[in-house]
């Protein structure tokens, strides 16, 4: 089975921390995917990447930044965490597309 | 942008009753997936659907896709408590990406 692991379940930050959120992946997939999740707002896309050292901004990649310097670990980012960050992020891999295989999710407060 | 709205955003009912979640959007979609989420887990696909007019059974729910690729549903039928949970659906937006609708909170009462 696929297996998508987050480093932490529950994160509390301060506000202007600079926060670290990392995912590895154990299938060898190309792709690996940050969304955040929000009530009522569903899976909104941070970035994306399709292989080592390659990114690409989703929909709201403001205020984070990502690293992929190995294949199987994608690194989320928050430079100056600030209270609307908090929220549930989501990490994703796919290799066929477009499965994407989901790990259980950080959830993150910012005070 | 792609946009899908998914509707209801909540619902209740009994157990043993059916329920159609439904997915729509204005755009096309080259295939459409549905997930389920359970509390403090990510979400786990259920179902993809790729062809215009493709119904897929999945025990008691079918999913169904429409003949223009825009809109999908969901229909559970005898709904049971372990039904229980987030349904999300998501469009294939091209280039591995996908759309995600708002989601739909189900909760089935015993």
């Known amino acids: 089975d696929v297996k998508v692991t987050q480093s932490s379940r529950y994160l509390v930050k301060r506000t202007g921390e600079k926060v670290f959120l990392e995912c590895v992946q154990d299938?060898?997939?190309?792709?690996m995917f940050w969304y955040r999740q929000d009530p009522g707002l569903g899976l909104r896309l941070i970035y994306f990447?399709?292989?080592?050292?390659?990114?690409e901004k989703g929909d709201i990649p403001e205020g984070y930044s990502v690293s992929r310097e190995k294949k199987e670990r994608f690194s989320l980012i928050l430079e100056s965490a600030s209270t609307n960050q908090t929220s549930m992020y989501l990490c994703?891999?796919?290799?066929?597309?477009?499965?994407?295989?989901f790990g259980p999710g950080t959830r993150l407060t910012v005070t | 942008t792609q946009l899908l709205e998914q509707s209801p955003q909540f619902l209740s009912i009994q157990e043993g009753e059916n329920l159609t979640v439904y997915c729509n959007s204005s755009?096309?979609?080259?295939?459409l997936q549905w997930y389920r989420q359970e509390p403090g887990e990510g979400p786990v696909l259920l179902v993809t659907?790729?062809?215009?007019?493709e119904v897929k059974k999945l025990k008691r729910l079918t999913f169904q896709f429409g003949d223009a690729r825009k809109d999908s549903s969901l229909h559970i039928t005898a709904a049971q408590p372990g039904d229980t949970g987030l349904y999300l659906c998501?469009?294939?937006?091209?280039?591995?990406?996908?759309?995600f609708g708002q989601g739909t909170r189900l909760t089935i009462n015993p």
């Open positions: 994703a891999s796919s290799f066929v597309r477009p499965k994407q295989y």
């Open positions: 299938m060898d997939h190309e792709n």
């Open positions: 990447s399709y292989d080592v050292k390659m990114k």
């Open positions: 755009s096309v979609f080259s295939s």
């Open positions: 659907v790729v062809t215009g007019g």
């Open positions: 998501a469009g294939e937006s091209g280039a591995q990406k996908l759309v």
